[in-house]
């Protein structure tokens, strides 16, 4: 379910589609650049309820590394 929700959020802002998005993918082949992922880690800690650093956005590489850190959060 994290990830459904966390591609929801990623296919909004980045207008991209849902079979593009993986665990595996990277946010930088997805076209991401440092406001966008503001942007996507601002959605994040509202929707997940969390709090993102800047150190914590900085090691999402992967779609699998934001899962991974949301799951253990």
Not at 3 to 9: S, T, V
Not at 18 to 28: G, L
Not at 54 to 65: A, I, M, N
């Amino acid at each position: 379910m994290v990830f459904e929700k966390l591609r929801a959020i990623i296919c909004d802002y980045l207008e991209v589609d849902e079979d593009e998005v993986t665990m595996e993918t990277s946010f930088e082949d997805l076209g991401a650049d440092e406001i966008d992922m503001v942007d996507i880690a601002m959605s994040i800690e509202d929707d997940f309820c969390v709090e993102i650093t800047e150190e914590t956005l900085e090691s999402f590489v992967t779609v699998g590394d934001a899962v991974n850190y949301l799951q253990d959060n």
